[in-house]
């Protein structure tokens, strides 16, 4: 059985035990995919439907900073995740996208404790969960990034700086992530537990964005 404790492993142990990034993509594959299944990324979008993911986006990313910014909230949160948010947030500005609402947790995950980002955030190891699912997400940005600007261009003229990160580096900066997640030495299970909330709750805000339900726009 896997440590969880987050203390260091010698011998045998130390030398199977995987690397955390590759444990969360491994224990968060059902999560992850529940995702991208609601986004159904090879479906054409309408207008509406990219101004749902954007602002999806923009409730996820001033909920995340908001509660970045409690004094309960730990140094991983301060570090990893409110730089992230303030990029987002600026990115979705250029947009036109105004920050949402905070938004409540998602629906009870399965095998989750009935927490809040909020509780999460104080918690290393769980910040560290929250942050891979969030920091991830710039990838992904990168796939939904051309059906979106298809969506876009016709009416704005331009297509969207959040999902093109703007001459950010999305790739590079998820090597360098994953770097300090691994070297972390954060409880595992607390991180999975973290990442499969931070899913859930991403999916549940962007399913009910405004304008419309994602995947139910005006065709």
Same mark, same amino acid.
């Given at each position: ?134 920091? @991830?997400? %710039? /990838?992904?940005? =990168? +796939?939904? *990034?051309? !059906?979106?600007?298809?969506?876009? $261009?016709?009416?704005?003229? &331009? ?25 972390? @030495?954060? %409880? /595992?299970?607390? =991180? +999975?537990? *973290?990442? !499969?909330?931070?899913?859930?709750? $991403?999916?549940?805000?962007? &399913? ?12």
């Amino acid at each position: 059985m896997l440590a969880t404790t987050g203390t260091s492993l010698s011998g045998a142990a130390a030398a199977t035990r995987p690397s955390l990034s590759s444990w969360l993509r491994t224990q968060t594959r059902v999560e992850h995919r529940a995702v991208e299944r609601h986004l159904d990324l090879d479906r054409a979008l309408t207008a509406t439907d990219a101004m749902d993911v954007l602002t999806g986006w923009a409730s996820v990313w001033h909920q995340v900073r908001t509660e970045v910014a409690d004094p309960g909230a730990s140094t991983i949160a301060a570090t990893e995740l409110a730089p992230m948010a303030d990029q987002a947030l600026a990115w979705l500005a250029a947009d036109g996208i105004a920050p949402g609402e905070p938004t409540p947790g998602a629906p009870e995950a399965p095998g989750s404790r009935e927490q809040g980002l909020r509780d999460l955030l104080v918690d290393p190891a769980s910040a560290w969960g929250v942050a891979y699912v969030l920091r @991830g997400s %710039r /990838l992904g940005g =990168a +796939v939904l *990034a051309p !059906r979106v600007d298809a969506a876009l $261009v016709p009416l704005t003229g &331009a297509g969207s700086a959040f999902l093109g990160t703007a001459g950010a580096d999305p790739g590079r900066e998820w090597v360098a992530f994953r770097r300090r997640l691994d070297a972390s @030495g954060a %409880r /595992l299970s607390d =991180a +999975v537990t *973290a990442a !499969r909330w931070t899913f859930h709750w $991403v999916g549940s805000v962007l &399913a009910d964005a405004p304008a419309d339900r994602l995947g139910r726009g005006t065709r």
